[in-house]
Structure formats: structure tokens, C-alpha cells
């Protein structure tokens, strides 16, 4: 019989939908014993909701409970990595929000901390979970797809003064980067999960929706290291809000659902270049079974990895893939140069992608 494990979540705001799409719906698997916010009244209030036991305002009080197996991290950004490095320094099987951390070598401490931990950290990367692209992956996976093309990749969103109002959004120094680092992040490792490492990136970006020190709109162009070619764009300033996926291969066309906020489910767009490659395909999904949304999706996959000690649905090297890609679209953004990736230890930007003109003087 499988394990059940005791889940503490830390940060209520996305940490709500963690309980309510994940630990609430997979009782079986999670037991949610504890939640933990600054905020009392949001304490309360998803206290009750999901009648969870444990409540406390203290991040340290979490870690001493040695009956919790897994640590949720989901407050602002900045946070994340001595919260996640406090986490496996007390044992804990730990999950983190997006971004994981603030630079490359933040990323690299934390592997490097995690080899001689007991627990692993899987990042969070929810919207890779959906039918549709799961089909998709499983398609690219068993070689069927054939040579890749070229991708485009729309993340078009809406985002308002309500929003920024929350005190740790729009500024570099607390939530780190904008639209690209926010919210496109998704869109841009599913890219990367379906067509692979990148070689190089140009981008523009731009603030033109919301008075913040960050982006609200950019463009890239990326080439990969198939030599296959990307585009990327991304606003928060779009009237009809849509996540799309496009990915054109050797013998199949993927095109997402327009859906923003769960692009990977059904419909996807499956269009085989010929009749044989169609029949190819279908036979590959034969038997193929429903791969449930989001956070249900992402936290099934993380329990069965626990549960037989396979790699995690999300690793710490997918999290550095993307926040390696975010680095040279800064640089890139910042200079007017393209960026050639690997992103090394000496690169000026790998302690930080902070563009200079926005660091503390
Ligand atoms: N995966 C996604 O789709 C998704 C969506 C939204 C946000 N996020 C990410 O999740 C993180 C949180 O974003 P949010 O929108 O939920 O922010 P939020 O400000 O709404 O919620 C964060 C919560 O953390 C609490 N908090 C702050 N410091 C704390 C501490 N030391 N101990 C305990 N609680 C603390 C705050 O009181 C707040 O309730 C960010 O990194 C964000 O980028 C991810």
C-alpha cells in the first residue's frame, strides 16, 4: 500500500489552489496537517475551508514538527531560497514555487545542498500537466515527431493596478523580474520540456501596461540547439487572455488549447503531416490514460515518484533550465546582444540577471 505523506503549506495565496486542485483532491495520497501564513486571517480562512488541524504564523515551528514529511513553499520569491535551504537542513521532502530562486547560483548552492540532504525539491511547473500535452509529450518522446522546426509561443495576459498593489510585485528587488519571469516561465519550460535545450536568445522588452519597474511586455527570438527556431511573446496587457503553443515538427503540428491558465489540457491540435505519421501516432497512444490538470496532475506524479524513488516530475535541473533561459533574455534585453547559452559561472549576470540600471546604487 502506498505511503500517505503529511503536507505542511507555507504561503496562502497560490497555496490555496496547491490544497484545493492537489492535496484536497488526492486525500489518498496527501495528508495536509499543517498551513502556515504571516496572514491571520488568511490562516483562518483556508484553515476552515479545508479543515486543516495545524495552523501557525511560524515558518520554524513548521520545521521542527518532525511528523511532516513535505514542506509546500509558496511565498514571495525571495523567500524561496533560504526557506527551501532551512527546509532540507531539517530533512523535509520539499516543493517550491516558481521562480525557484533568484539566480543560477542560487540554483547551483541548492543542488549542490540537496546532494547531501535526505530530502529532494521538486520545483513547480503545474501547467506541463493537461491531456493534451501530455499526448504531445508522448508523442516527442517515442521519436515520432521527428526533426523540430520551429515553435511559437504566446503568453498574453491581463494584469491590472489591483494586482501590483500587493506590496512584493513589480520591483526587481522582491519579485524579481516581470512578465517574462512571472508568468511566461510556464509557457517557456514547456517549450524547452517538448523541444529541448536552447542555444541562443535575443529579446526586447518593454513596461508599458502598468506603472512598475518591471516588464510587462517582451519579445525573444530563440534558437535551439536542434537548430530549430522559437519565438516568444508575452504581455500583460491583453483584452482576451490566452496561453498558445505552437510547435511544428517533421511529421506533426502541435497547437495548444488557448486556455491561459491551463494551456496543456484538451483540445490539443494534433495534425499529422501524412497519413502514415498519423497512423504512427495513434498507435502511440494507444492505451494512453487521462493525465488529470495542473496542480492534480503535478502532485499525483510527485507522490508516485516518492513513492518509488524515480526522478521528480520536475527536477531542480528543469528549474535552472528556466532560469537560465530568464538570465540571457535579461542580458540579452539589457546589452541589445544575443546571448549564447551555456550561461557559465563567470558570466557577469550569474549571480544575479538584475538589470543594472534597476540595482541599488
Ligand atoms: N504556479 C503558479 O501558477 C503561480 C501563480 C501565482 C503565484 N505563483 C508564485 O507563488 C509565489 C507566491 O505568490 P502569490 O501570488 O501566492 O503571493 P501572495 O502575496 O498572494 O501570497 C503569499 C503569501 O505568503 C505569505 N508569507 C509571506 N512571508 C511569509 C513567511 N515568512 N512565512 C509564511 N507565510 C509568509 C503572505 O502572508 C501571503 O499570504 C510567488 O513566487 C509567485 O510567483 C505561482
Not at 513548521?62 to 532551512?86: E, R, S
Not at 501590483?164 to 519579485?175: C, D, L
Not at 483584452?239 to 502541435?254: D, G, M, P, Q, Y
Amino acid at each position: 500500500m502506498s505511503k500517505r505523506r503529511t503536507v505542511a503549506v507555507i504561503g496562502l495565496g497560490i497555496g490555496r489552489s496547491h490544497i484545493d486542485e492537489g492535496y484536497a483532491r488526492l486525500r489518498d495520497q496527501f495528508d495536509l496537517q499543517v498551513i502556515c501564513d504571516l496572514n491571520e486571517e488568511r490562516l483562518a480562512a483556508v484553515g476552515d475551508e479545508f479543515s486543516v488541524p495545524r495552523r501557525t504564523t511560524s515558518f520554524d515551528e513548521v520545521l521542527a514538527m518532525d511528523d511532516i514529511d513535505i514542506v509546500d513553499i509558496c511565498t514571495p520569491p525571495t523567500l524561496h531560497f533560504p526557506q527551501i535551504m532551512a527546509a532540507l537542513a531539517a530533512g523535509k521532502q520539499v516543493i517550491c514555487e516558481k521562480p525557484l530562486v533568484g539566480s543560477l547560483h542560487e540554483v547551483d548552492q541548492l543542488a549542490a545542498t540537496e546532494a547531501t540532504s535526505r530530502g529532494r525539491t521538486m520545483p513547480i511547473f503545474q501547467y506541463r500537466f493537461g491531456n493534451g500535452l501530455q499526448k504531445a509529450r508522448r508523442i516527442i518522446e517515442t521519436g515520432l515527431a521527428g526533426k523540430p522546426y520551429l515553435a511559437t509561443i504566446e503568453t498574453a495576459w491581463l494584469r491590472g493596478p489591483n494586482y501590483y498593489a500587493v506590496p512584493w510585485r513589480g520591483r526587481f528587488e522582491t519579485e524579481l523580474g516581470g512578465a517574462l519571469l512571472t508568468h511566461a516561465i510556464h509557457s517557456h519550460d514547456i517549450l524547452t520540456w517538448l523541444m529541448g535545450d536552447i542555444a541562443e536568445v535575443f529579446a526586447r522588452t518593454a513596461t508599458r501596461v502598468n506603472a512598475i519597474e518591471v516588464e510587462d511586455c517582451a519579445v525573444a527570438s530563440l534558437v535551439m540547439q536542434s537548430g530549430a527556431l522559437a519565438s516568444l511573446a508575452a504581455t500583460l496587457g491583453s483584452a482576451k487572455e490566452i496561453s498558445r503553443i505552437r510547435l511544428c515538427f517533421e511529421h506533426v503540428t502541435f497547437e495548444s488549447s488557448l486556455s491561459p491558465y491551463a494551456p496543456g489540457d484538451d483540445p490539443w491540435q494534433i495534425i499529422a503531416t501524412s497519413p502514415e505519421a498519423e497512423a504512427r501516432i495513434a498507435k502511440a497512444l494507444e492505451g494512453f490514460k487521462f493525465v488529470p490538470s495542473r496542480f492534480e496532475g503535478l502532485m499525483a506524479a510527485y507522490h508516485q515518484a516518492l513513492e518509488t524513488d524515480s526522478p521528480l516530475p520536475v527536477t531542480l535541473k528543469d528549474a535552472r533550465r528556466s532560469l537560465e533561459l530568464i538570465t540571457a533574455l535579461y542580458h540579452a534585453a539589457e546589452t541589445g546582444e544575443a546571448v549564447v547559452l551555456p550561461i557559465g559561472k563567470d558570466h557577469p549576470k550569474y549571480r544575479s540577471w538584475r538589470p543594472a540600471a534597476t540595482a541599488p546604487r
